[in-house]
Nanobody, 123 residues
Framework: QLQLVESGGGLVQPGGSLRLSCAAS???????LGWFRQAPGKEREGVSC????????NYAESVKGRFTISRDNNKNTVYLQMNSLKPEDTAVYYC?????????????????WGKGTLVTVSS
């Protein structure tokens, strides 16, 4: 059982930056890791995904060029650097893990989920 705990959310003005972290209780090298988000009244959507050694990453079109996913397997942690934030980025952000090596992180196919951290982009 892998436990995931997100941190780093908060209130930020449009154009600002935040860095989310997700610490895992166990060894993450066996897992593909992803970030997802769910805005009020909307379905959960994928934001970004990174393979086990970080060789492959992908991003939702809405965040390309603004968000960067990375991982530190020595610290069992995955990060999401979010720049040029927009009000439409407001959501609860979740990290999730899928055992194995996958180029995509399907929202309905992840094995473990964190409880989320709220990001609010507002002036």
């Amino acid at each position: 059982q892998l436990q995931l705990v997100e941190s780093g959310g908060g209130l930020v003005q449009p154009g600002g930056s935040l860095r989310l972290s997700c610490a895992a209780s166990g060894f993450t090298l066996d897992y593909t890791l992803g970030w997802f988000r769910q805005a009020p009244g909307k379905e959960r959507e994928g934001v970004s995904c990174i393979t086990n050694f970080g060789g492959t990453t992908n991003y939702a079109e809405s965040v390309k060029g603004r968000f960067t996913i990375s991982r530190d397997n020595n610290k069992n942690t995955v990060y999401l650097q979010m720049n040029s934030l927009k009000p439409e980025d407001t959501a609860v952000y979740y990290c999730a893990a899928k055992l194995g090596v996958f180029r995509r992180c399907p929202v309905d196919g992840m094995d473990y989920w964190g409880k989320g951290t709220l990001v609010t982009v507002s002036s």
